[in-house]
């Protein structure tokens, strides 16, 4: 009940918070995916929405529950695998950890929190010898997010670290078949799904995303210990070879010492186990953002049991206070949370020279207010097409198509094979009441892209109606706004 309430204290303003990002895109869409990768998360959220609608409160319930859900597990689950003492301190760093606030406050990283829950059902069951019984719980969590492909390293480490049962190992090796098919599944989506952000879609190499993460796992190590540098939109840049290699050699020199040490009641292994469940997002698979505070929820469960185990003889009074400044900072990255504003407000603040986080402010905040920071943002990258078409999108909300137009053909000179940006020089010439142009560059994006929603619902809306190729995928909404209903 100590651990619930730190929790429910530490990030209970979650409750009052709005959508932030990605959780908007939740609507675009059915959320009903029962065959599409992470069905079991879509579930949740589709049961959300048939009981609260667009209640951001429903939304941000269901996280914290199962935050504490997580907690509840953990705890009761290393009390059986090292000392109680430990165990309580270990979960109580879980829980209220700054690490968490993004996981817990963020809608769209549910299937993070509900992955981890899930992994934790799994280590339950295996630490009472149900081990297919912790197969099948294992086989939900990839279901609910494939970052927890390396949780049966995992239980490998725990084998090796206890009695070594044989029948332990061929449960162990059918979850790394599901690892792999899960893998390959998310290869796959990743490469297929527009905007996906992942993999062949993602901004970056493999190569370049492995040699920059060496430097990403010390910044996660570095605000385990020091917790200042919490953001929704870290500016993290490439470093140079001798740089990254330098940290790669770093993060070795740490596991090698950690593997000095290695017994599962002992700090080593867990410090081991962390870095093993984080290596699936901070390794090899190349994703656009090289940085994000929730990839660190499922890491969590090593390392704060690391914690544990090393801060078990401290004296209590020196542990309520190390517990009660983390949960000062998880209270204040709530409130950060809390709105639009205040979330982009604070990550221009920390990645000043970073675009992404002034087109959201821009987003956020009053039309004439977003103007100005948006002619901040030029000036940082004038050639950034992502600026002027923003700038157009709000001129068109202040009935000024004619500036729209310029700023949208800004945008199209900057990327001109854009489909967003022919469609919406488009949308500023029908404000302008030239159709023929309008319907000209509609046309022109359907070109580039047969399956462009707006560009086919912009010309019926001109009474052209042309029919969608079988390949496109359009929601349930779209299909009807397309069919006039």
Same mark, same amino acid.
């Given at each position: 009940m100590v651990l619930l309430l730190a929790a429910i204290i530490a990030f209970g303003g979650c409750w009052w918070g709005s959508f932030h990002f990605d959780d908007y895109s939740l609507f675009s869409s059915g959320l009903w995916r029962p065959l599409e990768i992470r069905?079991?998360?879509?579930?949740?959220?589709?049961?959300?929405?048939?009981?609260?609608?667009?209640?951001?409160?429903?939304?941000?319930?269901?996280?914290?529950?199962?935050?504490?859900?997580?907690?509840?597990?953990?705890f009761e689950t290393l009390k059986r695998i090292i000392s109680t003492r430990a165990a309580f301190i270990a979960a109580a760093i879980f829980a209220v950890h700054p690490f968490?606030?993004?996981?817990?406050?963020?809608?769209?990283?549910?299937?993070?929190?509900?992955?981890?829950?899930?992994?934790?059902?799994?280590?339950?069951?295996?630490?009472?010898?149900?081990?297919?019984?912790?197969?099948?719980?294992?086989?939900?969590?990839?279901?609910?997010?494939?970052?927890?492909?390396? !949780?049966? @390293?995992? %239980?490998? *480490? +725990?084998?090796? #670290?206890? =009695?070594?049962?044989?029948?332990?190992?061929?449960?162990?090796?059918?979850?790394?078949?599901?690892?792999?098919?899960?893998?390959?599944?998310?290869?796959?989506?990743?490469?297929?799904?527009?905007?996906?952000?992942?993999?062949?879609?993602?901004?970056?190499?493999?190569?370049?995303?492995?040699?920059?993460?060496?430097?990403v796992i010390l910044r996660y190590l570095r605000m385990l210990l020091v917790p200042l540098g919490f953001t929704v939109d870290a500016d993290i840049q490439k470093p140079v070879l001798w740089l990254a290699v330098l940290a790669w050699i770093g993060v070795a020199a740490l596991a090698s010492i950690a593997a000095f040490h290695f017994s599962r009641a002992r700090a080593g292994f867990w !410090?081991? @186990?962390? %870095?093993? *469940? +984080?290596?699936? #997002?901070? =390794?090899?698979?190349?994703?656009?953002?090289?940085?994000?505070?929730?990839?660190?929820?499922?890491?969590?469960?090593?390392?704060?049991?690391?914690?544990g185990l090393l801060l078990a003889k401290v004296r209590p009074i020196y542990l309520a206070v190390v517990l009660t400044l983390l949960t000062g900072v998880s209270i204040a990255r709530t409130s950060t949370w809390r709105s639009e504003e205040s979330l982009w407000t604070d990550a221009v603040?920390?990645?000043?020279?970073?675009?992404?986080?002034?087109?959201?402010?821009?987003?956020?905040?009053e039309a004439e207010r977003a103007l100005l920071v948006l002619e901040q943002a030029k000036g940082i990258a004038p050639d950034d097409p992502r600026i002027p078409a923003e700038?157009?999108?709000?001129?068109?909300? +202040?009935?000024?198509?004619?500036?729209?137009?310029l700023e949208f053909g800004r945008a199209l000179a900057l990327s001109p094979h854009s489909v967003e940006a022919m469609n919406n020089r488009g949308v500023a010439l029908l404000a302008l009441n030239q159709k023929e142009a309008a319907r000209a560059d509609f046309e022109r994006a359907l070109a580039i892209d047969p399956c462009q929603f707006d560009a086919r619902l912009n010309l019926l809306r001109l009474g052209i109606s042309k029919s969608p190729s079988p390949e496109c995928r359009y929601s349930a909404e779209q299909s009807a706004a397309l069919r006039g209903n």
């Open positions: 069905p079991l998360t879509y579930i949740t959220f589709w049961l959300n929405q048939w009981l609260g609608g667009r209640n951001p409160a429903g939304y941000h319930a269901v996280n914290l529950l199962l935050h504490l859900a997580a907690i509840v597990l953990l968490q606030a993004e996981p817990v406050n963020y809608i769209f990283a549910r299937s993070t929190v509900l992955a981890t829950v899930l992994c934790l059902a799994a280590l339950a069951s295996w630490v009472r010898g149900h081990v297919w019984w912790a197969a099948a719980w294992f086989a939900a969590a990839l279901l609910a997010k494939e970052e927890c492909v390396a !949780f049966p @390293a995992f %239980l490998l *480490l +725990l084998h090796f #670290s206890r =009695s070594r049962d044989a029948k332990e190992l061929k449960p162990i090796g059918v979850m790394f078949a599901m690892s792999a098919a899960a893998g390959i599944r998310v290869l796959l989506a990743a490469q297929s799904t527009p905007g996906s952000g992942a993999g062949a879609q993602a901004e970056i190499s493999w190569q370049s995303y492995l040699l920059t993460e060496g430097a !410090f081991l @186990a962390g %870095l093993v *469940l +984080l290596l699936p #997002s901070s =390794s090899i698979f190349p994703a656009t953002d090289l940085a994000a505070d929730r990839r660190m929820y499922l890491p969590m469960i090593g390392f704060a049991s690391c914690a603040a920390k990645a000043p020279a970073k675009i992404r986080p002034r087109i959201q402010l821009a987003r956020a905040v700038a157009g999108r709000i001129y068109l909300s +202040l009935g000024r198509p004619g500036q729209a137009l």
